[in-house]
């Protein structure tokens, strides 16, 4: 029995490898940097199995899955880690490529690695998959648009499976960081301006990756009787804000009222009339 990690090599995936190899359990760390996950299984032993996989194409999720040791094919508990988020720009100037290749990681991968793992732990009736969400799908920010609909669709795939698998022991939690430092999130996004990910992070008492990894275990941990649908987790100093209200803005006009001006004096024009 093993747990299989998504995105192993850095961040919340190195941490909860780290957590779960020193609680005891046989770790799958799956990710594309061989040199990465290399050092890691150096430093893990013979609780890591390192796993070359790109989530952002399936057949190598399939080819990796099917070049797994007997030993380890049969997966406990999957977490779903590996996921990105590239560029903050506004929908109508972010880059199309960014998206489709959010897309295609955050939610083809995810979604073709869960039905590659699922049947096996419906068949032994006991599974766990462990997915990591954001509080990106929930809550909206500028710039978030693609990003955080991915983590949309993450949670509410993460609730529908929950129906599909009553009766099944199979457990599903969506976990839903905020801002979390010492990761390479932010130098992805901001596509290698270290300086600008470093800025988002200065001042701040930020989520670590041990906490996120330690939520994990702690998930794991619970008794099989017990399911935590989502956990959302934000740093003290993260609240929320007001919902902005645009001021002093140029007012919209709708389709078929662009002669709105001309209308409104012909209405006039015609009121007018009937007083006269
Ligand atoms: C990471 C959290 O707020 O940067 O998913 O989108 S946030």
Not at 77 to 82: E, R, T, Y
Not at 139 to 146: R, S
Not at 149 to 170: M, P
Not at 258 to 263: G, L, P, V, Y
Request: proline share 4%; charged share 20%; net charge negative.
């Amino acid at each position: 029995m093993a747990i299989l990690i998504t995105g192993a090599s850095a961040g919340f995936g190195e941490a909860m490898s780290r957590a779960f190899v020193a609680a005891g359990y046989t770790v799958v760390g799956a990710a594309r940097r061989a040199d990465k996950l290399k050092a890691l299984a150096a430093e893990l032993g013979d609780g890591f199995f390192p796993l070359e996989m790109d989530m952002s194409r399936t057949e190598s999720i399939h080819d990796a899955l099917h070049n797994l040791p007997e030993h380890l094919r049969e997966i406990d508990c999957l977490i779903n880690n590996a996921g990105l988020a590239l560029g903050l720009d506004s929908a109508d100037s972010a880059e199309f490529a960014d998206w489709e290749t959010m897309i295609q990681t955050n939610i083809i991968g995810l979604t073709f690695l869960t039905r590659q793992i699922l049947p096996q732990m419906v068949a032994r009736k006991a599974g766990y998959i462990i997915n990591i969400g954001s509080i990106a799908g929930t809550y909206p920010y500028p710039g978030g648009n693609v990003y955080g609909a991915t983590k949309a669709y993450v949670r509410q795939f993460s609730l529908n499976l929950r129906a599909d698998l009553a009766g099944t022991n199979v457990r599903v939690s969506n976990i839903e960081p905020g801002l979390c430092g010492g990761t390479e999130f932010s130098n992805v996004r901001f596509k290698g301006d270290d300086e600008r990910a470093a800025k988002l992070y200065e001042n701040v008492q930020f989520i670590r990756p041990e906490d996120i990894a330690e939520t994990a275990l702690w998930l794991y941990q619970r008794p099989a009787h017990m399911n935590v649908n989502s956990i959302e987790i934000m740093p003290v100093a993260q609240s929320f804000g007001a919902l902005p209200v645009v001021r002093d803005a140029v007012p919209p006009v709708a389709a078929g009222e662009q002669n709105f001006e001309k209308q409104s004096t012909s209405l006039f024009a015609k009121i007018k009339s009937w007083f006269k």
